[in-house]
């Protein structure tokens, strides 16, 4: 049996997993100062088991917490301005950010934060936001329920599911949309999600059309940093503190970081600076021992097939049908059963497999 919880860890309400409590930081703006980006690394490693992932809501996660590392750990990030002053406020704080937006996207999201934060909306715990104000929308295809975007007519505020949207003023215009969800019975049982209202044929006024997206990010030197990417989205404390003297770092839901302002990167361990990676080509979540729900160990086995994998195509392994690591479709999905892997084709780890039960060392020949 698969437990669902319904909602994401945080750092005042972590999660218990096989290697101990996960604790998931939200920095404020999606940013990171070299203060906290060295404290992050420190706290991850004298409070946990040294690992620190990146989310696909542009987090971080620190693992192997224990309830009695719990309390310091938070002490230091709050040292830090990490940690939200309550639950409810932390959990209402999902943003997701684009790297590429400057000084008017980080004042934008700090009145959202404000606006959110002085709202008393009971939204759902993975209910969340984009601020996609660049020139170019580059987080259409990450999760979100409302959406800040660029068009043609300036900013636009679009609910997840439709096409179009309406032209955004403020931030209070962000928090009346989720009122609306509200409204709607969006959230009948506390669950629900913005694109699944929408497709029970329930829609707000919509008029305006969003930018096109951008291609899917890779690592490269762009004019406002360098992006990096990392296996599995795993960061090492070494290399996270050394990023952050390089420049402010932005968190991405690519699991890949934007140094700003830095135009070299030496190697460094877990870094992957080439577009052209395999390791990039794959998801994979935790997988056993790590998660108690995992029925295999995914890691290991995404690392030696993604060479087979084509440059343009995704391979999303996952320890079990929920599909933490990537929970949207895949080019192929590997789901580990009790029986073996399930290999499910154009879909999430959920979907009906087109074959079932093989054992790892058929999955080189199958892909």
Known sequence: MIGVKGWCPGALRPMQSGDGLVVRIKPRGAMLSREQAAGIADAAETHGNGLIDLTGRGNLQLRGVTPATHAPLIADLRALDLIDPDIVTETRRNIIVT??????????????????????????????FAVDTGSVPVLTHDPADIRIECSGQGLILRADGMAKGTAFGTPSDAVGLAQWFLEQG????????????????????ADLAPNDPAPRAQPASLSQGVLVGFEFGQVPPGTLRRLGRLGPLRLTPWRMLLVQGARHLPPMPGLILDAGDPRLRVRACTGAPGCTQSHAATRPLARDLSPLMAPDAVLHVSGCAKGCGWPRA????LTATPWGFDLIRYG??????ALRGLHPDQLPKVL
């Open 330 to 333: 895949a080019d192929i999905t």
């Open 186 to 205: 969006g959230a009948p049982d506390g669950r629900g999600r913005m694109a699944a209202l929408i497709a029970g044929g329930i829609t707000p006024r």
């Open 99 to 128: 790297p590429f937006g400057g000084d008017a996207t980080d004042a934008l999201v700090r009145d959202l934060e404000a606006a959110l934060a002085a709202s008393a909306l009971p939204l759902p715990a993975k209910f969340g």
């Open 348 to 353: 999430c780890a959920h979907d009906a497999p």
